[in-house]
C-alpha cells in the first residue's frame, strides 16, 4: 500500500513540476522545459511518467479554463515523447537528448496539426503547419539550448530523488 501511495504522490509531484515548468516559462513564447523534463521523467521514472503526464493534461485542462482542440494535441503529443524516450533510452549524452528534444520542438506544431485533419480536412493542417513554422523554430531552438543546459544538473537531481526514496522505505 506504502508504495502504491509513494508512487501517486511522485507522479502527482511530477505532472505538478510540468505545469509549474511552463508556467514560468509562459512570458517566452514556445520555449518550455516540459520537453526536457519528460524525457528526464522517463528516464528515471520509467512507466510513472504516463501518471505525471496524466496529471499535467488535467490541470492544464483546467488552468485554461477548457478541453478544446489544443488539449486533444496535448493527449498524443507528450505521450509520443515519452515513448520516443523510453524508445531511444540507451542514448548517453546530453547533446543527443538536446537533438532529440530539439527535434521535437520544431515536430510540435506539425505533429498537433493531425487535429484539424478530421475537422478541416487537408488544406487546414497544412495552414496550421505553415502559419506555425516560426514558433516551431523557436519552440526547437530553446528546447535544444534547454536540454544542452539543463540536463545534466536536472538529471542529477532526479538520480538523487530515485535513490533516496528506496532509502527511506519508499518503494517504487
Known sequence: MKSRLTNLCLMAMMG??????????????????????????????GKRVVGALGVFLLLEGLLYGGFGTWWVMYLYVW????????LFRWMGHCWQWAILSGLFGLAFGTLCSLTYLPVGGVSMMLAWIVSGLPFDFVHGGGNFLLALLLYHPLR??????????????CTL
Not at 505545469?19 to 528515471?44: G, H
Not at 505521450?79 to 523510453?86: E, F, G, K, V, Y
Open 79 to 86: 505521450p509520443l515523447l515519452a515513448l520516443l524516450t523510453w
Open 156 to 169: 542529477k537531481v532526479l538520480d538523487q530523488l530515485a535513490k533516496w526514496l528506496p532509502r527511506n522505505g
Open 16 to 45: 505538478t513540476v510540468l505545469v509549474v515548468s511552463k508556467e514560468v516559462l509562459a512570458f517566452l513564447p514556445n520555449v518550455e522545459l516540459v520537453s526536457l523534463l519528460t524525457i528526464l521523467f522517463t528516464l528515471v521514472f
